[in-house]
């Protein structure tokens, strides 16, 4: 089936979402990261971005937020990028787990591989993939570069979110040693989870991340900028390790609702990717029990919803001004 979406459809479900979705409740910041804790629980804002890099945003989509575990996919790209699609799947994995984010016991399932870079284990082991080897400082800069890369803009590193990440990552601290003892690693084990700890102390805003997930939608061309972020053809590995462990233990109950592939992080973001159409992004700070944005998640589904969108659809997408 052919749709044709105009900019004002578009507008309308972002502000309907918007007015439906700014009273939900439920949920609770997460408290396991001081920083978290402190963050205004009735932050929310919501942005669309198209593929010729028009934008459409709403609420508090300029607050900058911890970008947490959406960064993951952010530094898959990276290693994507300049390892390849088969050393990825060979070093790392690209299968969800079923359990949450944070699981030590999910390596023991698969054969001690951390399964896919979506997971903690699998995020610190492909920060230590990140080259040049062996050079902190030159990883950072390639983490960050990309990072600049994929939304159009500087995401800066929030210190007190770094310090307080750093406090309390003992779990992080298990599995990165649990993954040297697998041989799971590939660069210095500590570095390697600082590396990990920092790219999730960046702070990105709402905008940005759906400039980002518009970037993914174009397989690789930032539609504001109008550069190439990474090599055409990796759009699909992207969107299916996004769509298969995006939400962790509540993914495949996502996707079946939403119809979109899109990852959480516990600073309360959403980054959803329509391949093809667009690409968006929700912010709101309460969490369910699997360390997904609550409110985040209803406007989303409301837009996909409204606009009659969905990844499965097998529709053909036309957007006109």
């Not at 309308?12 to 609770?28: D, F, I, M, N, P």
């Amino acid at each position: 089936m052919d749709i044709t979406l105009s900019h004002a459809d578009i507008r309308r479900a972002l502000e309907s979402a918007y007015g439906e979705c700014h009273t939900v409740s439920g949920g609770k910041n997460a408290d396991y990261i001081p920083y978290l804790s402190s963050i205004n629980p009735d932050l929310f804002g919501i942005s669309i971005t198209l593929l010729d890099g028009t934008t459409f945003k709403i609420g508090n989509t300029d607050f900058r937020f911890g970008i947490e575990s959406i960064s993951k996919v952010l530094t898959a790209i990276l290693v994507l990028n300049s390892w390849g699609s088969q050393a990825l799947l060979a070093r790392i994995g690209a299968d969800a787990t079923g359990l949450p984010f944070n699981s030590i016991f999910a390596m023991l399932l698969d054969n001690d591989r951390p399964s896919t870079p979506l997971v903690n284990a699998g995020a610190i082991s492909t920060c230590s993939l990140v080259r040049p080897q062996g050079d902190p400082d030159g990883k950072w800069k390639a983490i960050t570069d990309n990072v600049t890369a994929l939304c159009g803009s500087e995401a800066p590193l929030i210190q007190e979110l770094y310090q307080s990440e750093s406090a309390t990552n003992y779990n992080n601290r298990a599995i990165a040693w649990m993954l040297k003892n697998f041989n799971r690693i590939y660069d210095d084990v500590e570095m390697s989870l600082d590396l990990y700890t920092r790219q999730c102390s960046l702070g990105v805003n709402a905008q940005q991340l759906s400039v980002c997930a518009a970037t993914i939608a174009a397989d690789g061309v930032n539609p504001v900028t109008g550069k190439r972020a990474f090599a055409k053809g990796l759009m699909p590995k992207i969107v299916s390790l996004i769509a298969t462990e995006g939400f962790y233990q509540s993914t495949g109950d996502w996707l079946y609702t939403s119809g979109l592939p899109a990852k959480s992080g516990v600073g309360g973001g959403v980054m959803g990717v329509l391949p093809g159409v667009m690409g968006i992004a929700a912010f709101a700070p309460p969490l369910d029990a699997a360390g997904n944005s609550v409110k985040a998640q209803a406007a989303i589904k409301s837009i996909m919803n409204r606009l009659s969108l969905g990844v499965f659809n097998g529709n053909n997408i036309k957007i006109v001004p």
